[in-house]
């Protein structure tokens, strides 16, 4: 079944438009080849996102990561935490008015380390 602008997997939904439209159009060519759905949308996921990335590169990039004492926000390539946080809901409130306030976009992981979401700040 093909995807629609109006009618997409529900771990889209959080994506900005633009990048939501592009991996609704990878994930489209992905099933017509064959792909099982769960692969094709994290294969379109990660194509838009690395095809929105040529028009974001002035963008400094976050990720949100499990830390020893609960969750941890990091400049992508970074050493130390800018903060942590015991739970990732408590972080993410934080992290996004930090990754707006620094022009930057949030990489969200989740627990095994595998990527959740990317988030694009305004």
């Known amino acids: 079944m093909s995807w629609s602008k109006q009618d997409y ?3 889209l ?3 900005p438009s ?4 592009k991996a609704i159009e990878i994930g489209n060519a992905l099933l017509d080849e064959g792909y099982e759905e769960g692969r094709a949308i994290a294969i379109a996921t990660d194509r838009a996102h690395k095809s929105e990335e040529g028009t974001q590169t002035d963008k400094a990039e976050y990720h949100v990561t499990v830390h020893d004492d609960g969750w941890q926000l990091k400049k992508a390539e970074g ?3 800018i903060m942590v946080e015991e739970t990732k809901e408590k972080l993410l409130e934080r992290a996004k008015r930090y990754a707006t306030d620094h022009s930057g976009t ?3 992981y989740k627990e095994d380390g595998s990527v ?5 700040q305004k």
């Open 79 to 81: 050493e130390r935490a």
């Open 116 to 120: 959740e979401n990317h988030l694009y």
């Open 106 to 108: 949030l990489v969200v």
């Open 18 to 21: 633009d990048v939501r439209n």
């Open 13 to 15: 939904k959080n994506l």
């Open 9 to 11: 997997p529900e771990s």
